[in-house]
T-cell receptor, first 114, second 114 residues
Framework: AQSVTQLGSHVSVSEGALVLLRCNYSSSVPPYLFWYVQYPNQGLQLLLK??????LVKGINGFEAEFKKSETSFHLTKPSAHMSDAAEYFC????????????FGKGTMLLVSP | EAQVTQNPRYLITVTGKKLTVTCSQNMNHEYMSWYRQDPGLGLRQIYY???????DKGDVPEGYKVSRKEKRNFPLILESPSPNQTSLYFC?????????????FGPGTRLTVL
């Protein structure tokens, strides 16, 4: 069964600092990987996704993530945090075969201080 | 505007009183899904539908029913709600439901069962 682990339920950074949100997956077959963001009182919005075309994926709002097969990781980064980045971030995994369930991690709340 | 809509956004009810949460998408998507979000648990899939009249259980289907009579609508039915169904519910849709497809989420329905 597929699974996703997000390290850290809360991450705090200062405005302008590097953002690093960690995601590891377990899989015996190549996965598709996603990062979604949830702003307060809103639904989830896709930030970026990995579909095997390129290991470094760029998304919206300056975020990017790198797929590392050897480490089974898909960490999300942003060089310089902005106050508007404060939100909850979810990593998710799916597969091509059949109708694929999207399995989510438990989420990481990003807190940005001035 | 392409979107997934849910109604109601907020609902307070009592144990045992049947309720329906509606979900509609205007993107002609084949795949639709319901999730519940609970603190510390992330999103867990309740039911999903690959197309009209085709539905299947997700990870936490107990106490819920769904139907898919039209492509655009996918209501979630709680025939006898209980307090452990107090949660934030999200409807989502995607083009085909297969691995790399992005899922589009509704704004959420916050349900409280007293």
């Amino acid at each position: 069964a597929q699974s996703v682990t997000q390290l850290g339920s809360h991450v705090s950074v200062s405005e302008g600092a590097l953002v690093l949100l960690r995601c590891n997956y377990s899989s015996s077959v190549p996965p598709y990987l996603f990062w979604y963001v949830q702003y307060p009182n809103q639904g989830l919005q896709l930030l970026l996704k990995y579909t095997s075309a390129a290991t470094l994926v760029k998304g919206i709002n300056g975020f990017e993530a790198e797929f590392k097969k050897s480490e089974t990781s898909f960490h999300l980064t942003k060089p310089s945090a902005h106050m508007s980045d404060a939100a909850e971030y979810f990593c998710a995994v799916s597969y091509l075969s059949g109708y694929s369930t999207l399995t989510f991690g438990k989420g990481t709340m990003l807190l940005v201080s001035p | 505007e392409a979107q997934v809509t849910q109604n109601p956004r907020y609902l307070i009810t009592v144990t045992g009183k049947k309720l329906t949460v509606t979900c509609s998408q205007n993107m002609n998507h084949e795949y639709m899904s319901w999730y519940r979000q609970d603190p510390g648990l992330g999103l867990r899939q309740i039911y999903y539908s690959m197309n009209v009249e085709v539905t299947d259980k997700g990870d936490v289907p107990e106490g819920y029913k769904v139907s898919r009579k039209e492509k655009r609508n996918f209501p979630l039915i709680l025939e006898s709600p209980s307090p452990n169904q107090t949660s934030l519910y999200f409807c989502a849709s995607s083009k085909s439901g297969r691995g790399p497809d992005e899922q589009f989420f509704g704004p959420g329905t916050r349900l409280t069962v007293l």
